[in-house]
């Protein structure tokens, strides 16, 4: 248990929802509860309809210590599950954790003093992947480097200052609940849906390289894909809904899924020269592997392009063939105002 909390600093609420996060749950809660943070505390976990030990693992740490709680979710879905978690809270200073995330110990102090230092909305860092055996080296390679990526400041890092999205958050409470809440018909892509929203009404998003989560990537090619292919379905859902959000760098996975199609046809159907934009694509991955996977065993270097390719097909597939009835039952929805009444 931390010490007496020291009333200069504002209190701040955690929250984080969950769903089969057996394998990390109590490794992130106790990332969270060891901040070096001087002002009060609770921690709100948003319980989906887990098939493992999720739910047992959530009320042994709600009785080992009291400022952690649970709320249910029982749609499951993300969004739905922070903005209970929101409206179950109660302090100025709102943060964003994921239950496969492990925060870096001064992450809560650092972020409350750029919130002040700033004037921002909501700040946020680093996304720092992490693996635990060669795959997972694999992909956390893949997802911070610039091949894999692109110039996304939150997966490769960079200079401090304005950005359009940050990984997870540290928000006002006030931001929050001028926007109603993160819009539950957004299954993927609600941070930067919310972040748009936020920028559009005039607030600050705010990036530093001094907050850092560790993240742990998806434990196959099979999750990675399907992750990945979510990413950009909804992508693409946020550019129908806000026009004007999207930009050259979103356009790069499904540009290339189109140009290596059209290569892999015209080759095996009318000239071998049609094979130079897939030969190429696979170059590129190759030799863009090498100073990515510095220092990792070999197993993991040589699984870099697959996750890579895994990557930016899955993203740019997605992407593609987005529904447009996604975009219109999103349209329908006009973010309920879901937060009103948050104590």
Known sequence: MSEKPDVRSPAVSVIMPVLNEERHLRGAVQAILAQEYEGEMEVVIAIGPSTDRTDEIAAEL??????????????GRTPAALNAA?????????????????LSPNYIATAVRLLEETGAQNVGGIMHAEGENDW??????????????????????????PAETVYLGVFRREALEQQGGYNEEFIRAQDWELNFRIREAGGLIWFSPELKVSYRPRPSVRALAKQYKDYGRWRHVVARYHEGSINLRYLAPPTAVCAIAAGLVVGAALTPWG??????????????SLPAGKGLPAKARLQIPVALATMHMSWGWGFLTSPKALARKVIASRRPAVLSGAN
Do not use: W
């Open 136 to 161: 997972e080296h694999a992909v956390a390679a893949a997802m911070t480097s610039k091949i894999g990526v692109g110039n996304a400041a939150f997966h490769t890092g960079g200079e401090a200052g």
């Open 62 to 75: 709600v009785r080992e210590d009291p400022r952690v709680h649970t709320v249910p979710n029982p749609t």
């Open 86 to 102: 929101i409206k179950a809270s109660r302090h100025p200073v709102v943060v964003r954790v994921d239950g496969h995330g492990m």
């Open 275 to 288: 094979l130079v934009v897939p030969a190429g694509y696979l170059a590129a991955i190759g030799l863009g």
